[in-house]
Antibody, heavy 123, light 107 residues
Framework: QVQLVESGGGVVQPGGSLRLSCAAS????????MHWVRQAPGKGLEWVAF????????DYADSVKGRFTISRDNSKNTLYLQMNSLRAEDTAMYYC????????????????WGQGTLVTVSS | EIVLTQSPATLSLSPGERATLSCRAS??????LAWYQQKPGQAPRLLIY???NRATGIPARFSGSGSGTDFTLIISSLEPEDFAVYYC?????????FGQGTKLEIK
């Protein structure tokens, strides 16, 4: 079965950096687009970033553009989110998500989700 | 940017009743809309995609309809496990926005 396991969250000071990882198993990772979605404590869902199945396209929310970088290593079945210049408003649970259809050229829906990794930005 | 507005913010109903949740887009998203369910402490779950298609394993009591700017999620007869927060989400245009959510609570 599909498994997505996030790691790398923690407490970081404003201006600091973190790298999140998402280890995928149970499906052909290299065939699916992947996303990061976050949820601030007690708040709704916010889409953060997308990467096409082959890595050829990346999209970001305006709130993270220029600070966050999404990447993937299809040989390791792993998705990453490099987060730099972190702000208090980046505090959230970060979920990685697998799309619902393989080899899609355009972003699709979020069919499978990990359990999330918590990022807290605080001094 | 497409803004999705969900209503009502909170819906109080009893098990066995019918729930009707609404999602309105600030501009047309065609049929590129999904619904997700989220329970406390859990990741969201995909219920409906492309406005009206049930995702794998989703019970038939969940149905979606609509196109363009107005969408509806209906739960025909509420089960105790259906009380949760529901989000709509569009993939028509960047950024791939979510609505603010509707909390479905037990009356």
């Amino acid at each position: 079965q599909v498994q997505l396991v996030e790691s790398g969250g923690g407490v970081v000071q404003p201006g600091g950096s973190l790298r999140l990882s998402c280890a995928a198993s149970g499906f052909t990772f290299s065939s699916y687009g992947m996303h990061w979605v976050r949820q601030a404590p007690g708040k709704g869902l916010e889409w953060v970033a997308f990467i096409r199945y082959d890595g050829s396209k990346k999209d970001y929310a305006d709130s993270v553009k220029g600070r966050f970088t999404i990447s993937r290593d299809n040989s390791k079945n792993t998705l990453y989110l490099q987060m730099n210049s972190l702000r208090a408003e980046d505090t959230a649970m970060y979920y990685c998500s697998k799309e619902d259809d393989s080899r899609s050229w355009y972003p699709r829906y979020f069919q499978h989700w990990g359990q999330g990794t918590l990022v807290t930005v605080s001094s | 940017e497409i803004v999705l507005t969900q209503s009502p913010a909170t819906l109080s109903l009893s098990p066995g009743e019918r729930a009707t949740l609404s999602c309105r887009a600030s501009q047309s998203v065609s049929s590129y809309l999904a619904w997700y369910q989220q329970k406390p402490g859990q990741a969201p779950r995909l219920l409906i995609y492309d406005a009206s298609n049930r995702a794998t394993g989703i019970p038939a009591r969940f149905s979606g309809s609509g196109s363009g700017t107005d969408f509806t999620l209906i739960i025909s007869s509420l089960e105790p496990e259906d009380f949760a927060v529901y989000y709509c989400q569009q993939r028509s245009n960047w950024p791939y926005s979510f609505g603010q959510g509707t909390k479905l609570e037990i009356k």
